[in-house]
């Protein structure tokens, strides 16, 4: 296995996919990120550590700071300095977890504002026996995936496109003659629907469905209601706010002309947090909902799930077997870890020693 210690190294190989500040279009943004999406398991495992090694953050933390830059979408400087306290999150909901830990339900709905966490919170659940969809790729299809690609990516997706989902797998330029109300505004519907058959003839896997497009498109949360759904709480202006202190960190270019898109961006919270609230109320004081405030242990803890995860990249990458079998042992013997949580980091462990041994 190749060992690189430049950047410009990693980028070369066509077998990796990292995605740098140096991206200049949301179009590329996206191509570079679907292009990861649809790796082998090793090779993202690769793509993770690189970019990690030499950027900081995972490919997916890269592709949402890219995709916050090339679209800015921020709160005024001032106003972040003087408000940020009185900025409050809700806690994040949990219904049917155990429900789903335990397979009995096989299917969960991740859903709040964009930049709110979702993909980190996604992230955490992950595994061999998952299939992770991001319903933005609905919208990405033709111009984007081959048939083939999508079959690596999601066998649902797959299934859906090359079924009763076909007239959807259009490229840009056919679906921008579609009027919104018989593609944009049916897509999501008729998924999600095709998703929860799906998932009842496949119970031997689990799927993990995320995005605003939830909330935007369905107003009746009971439609939800024999699944696990997950409702991140955090705010959407602070979520916003903490995207510029990156900004500031990163590029202070990128602050320019927020003030315009100030008053913009909050009529569309207002819009969007009406819609969550409705979820939220609905499924908030259900038995089966659990709340965690996102400072709480269980944050903390997803934050460990997922460096564990960031170090077992690492220790495949360096072909160090050993020390993949010290991160499983510690998981083991971990009385901190929910019973999720180190389950999810030894069949990490056992998949990437099995891979090693190929």
Not at 176 to 195: S, T
Not at 278 to 288: S, V
Not at 320 to 329: F, H, K, S, V, W
Not at 330 to 339: C, F, R, T
């Amino acid at each position: 296995m190749d060992q690189y210690t430049e950047l410009e190294q990693a980028l070369r190989d066509p077998g990796l996919v990292i995605i740098t500040d140096s991206a200049a279009a949301r179009v590329e943004l996206n191509k570079a990120y679907l292009r990861y999406k649809v790796l082998p398991k090793r090779q993202k495992r690769c793509s993770d550590y690189y970019s990690i090694k030499f950027l900081g953050r995972s490919v997916p933390e890269m592709f949402e700071l890219m995709k916050e830059k090339l679209e800015p979408e921020n709160a005024l400087v001032e106003w972040q300095q003087q408000n940020e306290a009185l900025v409050r999150s809700e806690p994040d909901l949990y219904y049917k977890e155990e429900s789903f830990n335990a397979g009995d339900t096989n299917i969960c709905f991740i859903l709040g504002h964009s930049g709110s966490g979702k993909s980190r919170m996604a992230r955490t659940l992950e595994g061999d026996d998952m299939d992770h969809i991001e319903l933005d790729d609905l919208l990405l299809t033709k111009d984007h995936f081959t048939m083939d690609e999508l079959k690596g990516y999601s066998d649902m997706l797959y299934s859906f496109f090359a079924g009763e989902g076909a007239k959807y797998y259009i490229g840009v330029a056919e679906r921008d003659g579609i009027p919104k109300e018989e593609y944009e505004d049916r897509v999501f519907l008729d998924f999600v629907a095709f998703a929860m058959d799906y998932a009842a003839r496949h119970r031997e896997k689990k799927f993990i469905l995320d995005g605003i497009w939830i909330y935007l498109y369905f107003d009746d949360p009971s439609v939800f209601e024999d699944y696990a759904v997950f409702i991140k709480g955090t705010s959407f202006l602070k979520s916003k706010i903490r995207v510029v202190k990156r900004e500031m960190q990163r590029d202070k270019e990128t602050l320019q002309n927020r003030q315009q898109m100030f008053g913009r961006e909050t009529r569309n919270y207002l819009l969007d947090e009406e819609k969550i609230e409705r979820f939220r109320r609905f499924f908030a004081d259900r038995p089966e909902t659990i709340r965690r405030e996102e400072t709480s242990e269980a944050a903390k803890q997803d934050e460990l799930v997922v460096g564990a995860l960031n170090a077992i990249d690492s220790c495949y990458v360096n072909e160090d077997a050993d020390g993949i079998r010290e991160i499983l042992r510690q998981a083991e013997e971990d009385a901190g870890l929910s019973n999720w949580n180190k389950l999810r980091i030894i069949n990490e462990c056992q998949a990437a020693l099995l891979e090693l041994r190929i």
